[in-house]
């Protein structure tokens, strides 16, 4: 059990759709991460929120919307998703100052 | 920038050891990481190293040289549940952001 929990564990949405992915972080961090992982690729970070605050959007689609409304708590608002977006995304918490990353279980996403 | 390079695939016998080799070119590097992922799983952080030499913890050792920009991680007395993809990340200074290798898929046979 790492600590970081993530839901839905599984997702099937069709290209109109939205849907939210939720994770939950219980170790006290104050930074929390999406990453995006295909097959066979590296993982691809695409949002870092530091106390609630986004501070690296790596030039991510705007279908993809991240929200954090606490230190505990990260949302990515999927909407008018692409079959090529069909990934593992991943949800990750660490402590300021870029410690040792916690990884939750992740979001297997199909977009149809 | 970033480049972190590790090889796809390996394949060892149980009792065995193997090692995985990491390579990057990081700018302002300050760290390397090692995670274990099982598939369907989450990432799971095996070791971390920040200064050159070698970092051992039971079965799994983790070694560093900064000038050369290489890792590697050394898997001992190999067991079936070893089998897993391993990747290598590197930390850049003041930085929050881990550059992910594409993964060592390893493979354990009897």
Redesign the interface.
Known sequence: E?G?TQTPRHLVMGMTNKKSLKCEQHLGHN?M?WYKQSA????E?MF?Y?LEER??NNSVPSRFSPECPNSSHLFLHLHTLQPEDSALY?CAS?SQ??G???????T?LTVL | GQNIDQPTEMTATEGAIVQINCTYQTSGFNGLFWYQQHAGEAPTFLSYNVLDGLEEKGRFSSFLSRSKGYSYLLLKELQMKDSASYLCAARRSNDYKLSFGAGTTVTVRA
Not at chain 1, 40 to 43: A, F, G, H, S, V
């Open positions: 790492t970081v930074a991460y066979k690729k590296p993982l970070l870092v530091s501070v690296e991943l660490s100052g870029g040792e990353q916690f990884f939750g279980p992740g297997r």
